[in-house]
């Protein structure tokens, strides 16, 4: 009986001295967190000098209407009369006639503006975020349209299904109070292009706080 | 000759200029005369962070009323109440995200990226159901965590699932565990997130293969109660582990057992643990001898696992974006296939070295390397802890409910008529008052 009494007493020992163990491996665990967690959270964007428009961001998004949409740069577009973002490889017409357009779902409203300028705007509406009209202005035109993650839309999934089916590494998490990677007009960057180690700088200036 | 060779020079580097200069150079934007102003892209703003933490609130009420309704309530019916509005809220209305079973990536990715941070809100996800679990159990299991609530809703015709198959099954929670650390220190995926069964039904939308996913873990989880929980949630393995050593614990009969046998099949996830008897002197040196036996077995498996692990390192590391992207610029460069992909075409189009992107490819599958023989390791590990746990006699004079494996969700109670007394004494108590 002393025996079981002993061994009961035992028993509990090494469980209040795991129990405490784990206690301030927990503890341990939360300081580290702490010391290392931002109070921001992050949010998913892309990062529209490496996009290449592949389309994956209209088809891998767990939402039924992709998160991303097509913006449009106004400071960047040349506003050309010939748009390769808005027109197909071969339109019949330099109209807006829906079978000249490149877009599938016409989101794309083209306005004269003047001689011989036209302002192209983006119904997000009806934006579906392929890129198409993102693969036709960056090969032939100033590279003014873009996909951006639309924070009134994105979930913010711990892991984004787009980001793990991005071929060029374009996705990645920013602070949620600078949330948006827009594009604007800065020669000095262009020299830069392409080269990582700058990129991340590129973007310290790059960045629109909006 | 050497002004024609100046000109050529000249053009060449206009040209080479040409290239790297991207498409902003090529029409100029205009300046208007008709006194347009350029509109500016619209940047709506994320959801409020104040939703974050009212989601730590939440699920920090929702903890303490859970461990009250197990502990002092003892009430199965306010338990389910609980975990449909758990359900509700974190599942339907929060969409599942950020919940505790994938905040462990994002924790382990701090410790392995220097540069990211953990945001506060997740490491509170983290935290709070250990820290809980160590006090009185697993009570998330019970009621808060939504992947849970909704295996428990479809559990209608439970069978019990052998011992002995249990175990088995139970050891790919632990490779998966493993597994997913592997991959996020790395920073190669989140596993629990991709593989996540039940988000799609959350979002009412995803990828076709995880919805039949879902769909046949919730027809197993008609017959078998809560089979992700069992078998597969690495956060379980983990909340096991620490209600092993709680300091409160579900039981089944409020005050004692009178061994009426009850209870015994009122667990449907095979957690009610019987009496046994004295350690039969028979057995007792033959089971001696194997304990001795399994316990230098050990670390010949951790060695064994470890090695395998590593030496999977070509196919683990394929995980991994870059090493995949290596593989197939590997392959167009020498011909072996046809075409590019979309990946191969990006890279090519940022005019990297193909060697260094080889290098960083070789750096990752050595980080693999490494990884695997921890991950091997912690198999190997497991699989001997399992078999030194099967060569003890553990001794038990009530019916108990397991302390690792019990998920609090309080079907047992009712079937105690010990607690038939205490809940008719409690009634009569309020009827004479009245």
Redesign the interface.
């Known amino acids: 009986m002393a025996e079981s009494r002993d061994n009961v007493s035992r028993r509990h020992f090494l469980r209040d001295g795991l129990w405490g163990t784990c206690l301030a491996g927990l503890g341990g665990i939360a300081g580290f967190l702490l010391s290392k967690s931002h109070r921001q959270n992050t949010v998913w964007q892309i990062d529209p000098y490496v996009c290449v428009a592949c389309g994956n961001c209209a088809t891998y998004c767990v939402l039924e209407e992709s998160a991303v949409k097509c913006v449009h740069a106004y400071a960047v577009c040349g506003y050309c009369r010939i748009c390769f973002g808005f027109f197909g490889p071969e339109p019949f017409d330099i109209t807006e006639g829906a079978e000249n357009q490149l877009c599938p779902t016409g989101a794309i409203k083209r306005t004269f503006v003047e001689d011989p300028y036209y302002e192209y705007t983006i119904d997000e509406s009806l934006c579906i975020g392929c890129g198409k009209c993102v693969k036709g202005c960056n090969t032939f035109g100033n590279g003014s349209l873009f996909l951006q993650v639309r924070h009134d839309r994105c979930l913010n999934c711990n892991e984004c299904s787009i980001a793990a089916a991005c071929p060029s590494g374009a996705y990645k998490r920013v602070p949620a109070d600078r949330p948006y990677l827009l594009k604007r007009v800065d020669p000095v960057r262009n020299n830069t292009a392409g080269r990582a180690p700058l990129r991340s700088r590129r973007f310290s200036n790059g960045v629109d706080h909006t | 000759m050497i002004r024609f060779g100046h000109i050529i020079v000249g053009v060449a580097v206009l040209l080479s200029l040409c290239a790297?200069?991207?498409?902003?150079?090529?029409?100029?934007?205009?300046e208007?005369?008709?006194g347009?102003e350029?509109?500016?892209?619209t940047?709506?703003?994320?959801?409020q962070?104040i939703y974050?933490y009212i989601d730590v609130v939440v699920l920090l009420t929702a903890l303490c009323l859970s461990s009250y309704l197990v502990l002092r309530n003892r009430s199965r019916r306010a338990i389910f109440i609980l975990m449909v509005f758990s359900l509700l809220y974190f599942g339907f209305w929060r969409?599942g995200?950020?919940c505790p079973i994938?905040?462990i990536?994002?924790?382990v990715l701090?410790?392995f990226d220097r540069d990211?941070?953990?945001?506060?809100?997740v490491?509170a996800f983290?935290?709070l159901p250990?820290?809980f679990t160590?006090f009185f159990g697993r009570i998330f299991c019970a009621a808060v965590c939504p992947l849970g609530a909704i295996q428990d809703l479809v559990l209608l015709r439970p069978v019990s699932v052998p011992n002995w198959l249990e175990s088995g099954l139970r050891l790919f929670a632990y490779v998966y565990l493993g597994a997913t650390v592997l991959f996020a220190a790395t920073g190669s995926?989140?596993l629990i997130?991709?593989y996540d069964p039940f988000?799609?039904f959350f979002?009412l939308?995803?990828?076709l293969n995880i919805v039949i996913l879902g769909a046949c873990f919730l027809v197993v989880g008609v017959f078998i109660g809560r089979p992700y929980c069992r078998f597969v949630c690495p956060y379980g393995v983990i909340l096991r582990q620490?209600s092993?050593?709680?300091?409160w614990r579900v039981t089944i009969a409020p005050d004692e057992c009178v061994q009426c046998r009850l209870c015994e099949d009122s667990c449907p996830f095979g957690a009610i643990r019987e009496p046994t008897a004295d350690w039969p002197a028979s057995e007792y040196n033959k089971s001696k001898k194997r304990l001795a036996f399994v316990i230098f077995l050990l670390p010949v498996l951790i060695f064994i696992g470890g090695w395998i692990g590593s030496g999977l390192r070509t196919v683990t590391s394929r995980m991994h974006?870059t090493v995949r992207l290596a593989e197939r610029v590997y392959l167009e460069e020498n011909g072996k296939v046809e075409g590019t992909?979309?990946?191969s075409?990006?890279?090519r189009?940022?005019?990297?070295e193909v060697k260094e992107l080889y290098a960083e490819a070789s750096n990752i599958r050595a980080e693999f390397g490494l990884g695997g023989w921890f991950f091997g390791g912690f198999v190997g590990l497991v699989i001997g802890l399992k078999l030194v746990g099967l060569s003890v006699w553990r001794q038990r004079t009530d019916y108990e409910a397991d302390r690792a494996s019990c998920l609090a969700c309080g079907r047992c109670f009712e079937y105690c008529p010990k607690e038939q007394v205490r809940l008719k004494k409690a009634k009569e108590a309020i009827g004479e008052s009245q």
Do not use: M, W
């Open positions: 790297v200069v991207p498409a902003v150079e090529r029409f100029p934007p205009p208007f005369e008709s347009y350029r509109p500016s892209p940047t709506p703003h994320p959801r962070d974050e969409k995200c950020v994938g905040a990536q994002n924790v701090s410790v990211y941070a953990v945001p506060i809100v490491a983290f935290l250990l820290v160590l995926a989140f997130c991709r988000v799609s979002h939308s995803g990828n620490l092993r050593v709680s300091k974006a992909t979309d990946a075409s990006a890279f189009a940022t005019g990297k």
